[in-house]
């Protein structure tokens, strides 16, 4: 691919050595390097740009931490924590915001996760910082996170979703009761 042209040339020579012609080629394929690499690093800038926007605005609670202490959250992980802001959700440990049975198998997952690479999803609960008990769903991955690898997890309030996995096992249930009572 060309990514532009380097001229060499000289007033007092009609030509050059093969000596002067292999250091011209030397500073030339240098030159391309430094421009790719330069071309590299600027959609690399805007590709991070596009990935912190994806995360800033997602639906979905997005929280980056090590081992359990909160590096980043999104706006949707703050109001899903029921947190004032970033610094106050960062006063607690992602474990001591799960029942004690959730905080396990979250350990148990990242762990595993961590170990092997591989995207992780279980289904459990949050206990907001008011102590309201939320199910939720939560894919679990490692990411590079200022230099270090560390856990994302993405959240999902399954509140609405349950409520109407209740209101529709609840229509069966009385759907069957007035059949076998017909």
């Known amino acids: 691919k060309t990514v532009g042209t380097l001229s060499f040339g000289s007033r007092k020579k009609n030509s050059f050595s093969d000596d002067e012609l292999e250091l011209m080629r030397t500073v030339a ?12 690093e600027e959609a690399l800038i805007k590709s991070e740009g596009n990935y912190r926007n994806l995360v800033a605005f997602s639906p ?10 909160p590096l980043y959250a999104n706006d949707a992980a703050i109001k899903l924590f029921g947190a004032e802001s970033f610094e106050h ?3 607690h440990t992602l474990f001591s915001l799960l029942p004690s049975d959730d905080a396990i198998m979250a350990s148990e997952v990242i762990n595993r996760v961590m170990a092997d690479g591989k995207i992780g999803m279980r289904e459990g609960h949050i206990a907001r ?4 008990m939320i199910p939720v769903e939560v894919i679990v991955s490692p990411v590079d996170f200022g ?3 560390v856990t ?6 399954m509140s609405e979703r349950k409520m109407y996995e209740r209101q529709i ?3 069966y249930d009385r759907l069957n009761r007035y059949v076998e009572n017909s």
Do not use: T
């Not at 979905?60 to 202490?69: E, P, R, T, Y």
């Not at 910082?129 to 309201?132: T, V, Y």
């Not at 994302?152 to 309030?157: A, L, P, V």
């Open 89 to 91: 959700l960062a006063e």
């Open 169 to 171: 096992k609840d229509a």
């Open 129 to 132: 910082l008011d102590g309201l």
């Open 60 to 69: 979905d609670a997005i929280l980056v931490h090590d081992n359990g202490k």
């Open 147 to 149: 230099g270090k690898r």
């Open 29 to 40: 394929d240098q030159v391309s390097i430094a421009k790719q690499r330069q071309q590299i």
């Open 152 to 157: 994302q997890g993405i959240i999902r309030n």
